[in-house]
């Protein structure tokens, strides 16, 4: 029998904080992405290696996106769900909105960057011809402790 979707999201966050976590080893800020299909199985992951690889559009969600995509061979992520530890910013939620991703899930708000409902709402615009499922605030607390903690000591 399938996990309610509650546990799903829950256990996807906690693999999504472990890719936050090493995300940490290269000095780059704990975000992490995981993708699952319907029965909950990890698709991609990814962490945030803007530092790592001296990328800015190496966000831990685009990541996810490009080896998704590089596995299926195909851009279409029409039958997945992105699970990622913070809000995601305009440009992944371009990223996001592009892929056809149907659900994002995600732990803590960014209230500088995030384009998911608090500063802007990309994903659910009406005016775009696809909007996103976003479940918010899964595992909140620990999301934002990992990203605070980083903050406080640099």
Known sequence: MPLPAADRHHSAMTLALAEARAALQ??????GAV????AGEVVAHGRNAREARSDPTAHAELEAIRQATASRGQWRLDDVTLVVTLEPCVMCAGAIL????????FG???????AAGSIHDLLRDRRLTHRVEVIAGVDA??????????????
């Open 26 to 31: 290269t000095g780059d800020v704990p975000v």
């Open 35 to 38: 993708i699952v299909d319907a």
């Open 98 to 105: 592009a892929a056809r991703i149907p659900t994002v899930v």
């Open 108 to 114: 803590a708000w960014d209230d500088k960057a995030g």
């Open 141 to 154: 607390e620990a999301c934002g402790q990992l990203l605070t903690g980083f903050f406080r000591e640099r």
